[in-house]
């Protein structure tokens, strides 16, 4: 029987009359038309639906609706600023940390919630942290790059003014 949710996407307050047991991947890319959230397996493993909830790294392929009702989803679509990219976004760019992009937004949102949990990892923290992010493309060097930029910190570990 279909339940009718009530949460926070990227700032606005959105309700949703739906399965409380859909997963929520399906409710932002179907009902809210929020596409940048990329399906990959399904199981939580690949990270490519990677959203946050109330600021965790959260799998949404894995996650009912009802499990956000009264929360604060952040989807790619709500991280930049008007004409403004987040510096996370900005580093990806700045490194080159993509080839095809679909998992771009799930590195993104993951690295935004490292960065929130540890502002300075190092290079091992970063890479534990990101093991659960799959790139088909294989561009781990420069998304390791992306993230040590976004943190501030050079190849030694040092943090750069």
Same mark, same amino acid.
């Given at each position: ?19 409380? !047991? ?8 179907? !009902? ?5 959230? #990329? ?8 990270? +490519? ?6 600021? #965790?790294?959260?799998? %949404? ?5 009802? !499990?956000? +009702? !009264? ?6 679509? @709500?991280? +930049?600023? =008007? ?10 760019? =700045?490194?080159? =940390?993509?080839?095809? @992009? ?9 690295? /935004? ?25 294989? %561009? ?6 992306? /993230?040590?930029?976004?943190? @501030?910190?050079? +190849? ?6």
């Amino acid at each position: 029987m279909d339940t009718t949710l009530r949460f926070t996407v990227n700032g606005q307050r959105r309700q949703v009359t739906t399965d409380p !047991d859909r997963p929520l991947l399906d409710v932002l890319r179907e !009902d809210l038309h929020l596409t940048g959230t #990329k399906f990959g397996c399904g199981e939580g493993h690949c990270g +490519a639906c990677t959203v946050l909830v109330d600021g #965790k790294r959260t799998y %949404s392929c894995r996650t009912s609706a009802e !499990d956000v +009702a !009264d929360k604060d989803v952040l989807t790619i679509e @709500g991280l +930049a600023s =008007a004409e403004t990219l987040h510096p996370v976004q900005e580093a990806f760019v =700045a490194e080159g =940390a993509f080839q095809c @992009g679909y998992c771009t937004p799930g590195m993104i949102l993951a690295t /935004v919630a490292l960065l929130k949990e540890n502002p300075h990892p190092s290079d091992a923290d970063a890479a534990a942290w990101m093991n659960r992010n799959v790139c088909r493309c294989c %561009s781990y060097t420069r998304i390791l790059s992306a /993230v040590r930029r976004a943190a @501030g910190t050079s +190849a030694s570990g040092e943090v750069r003014q």
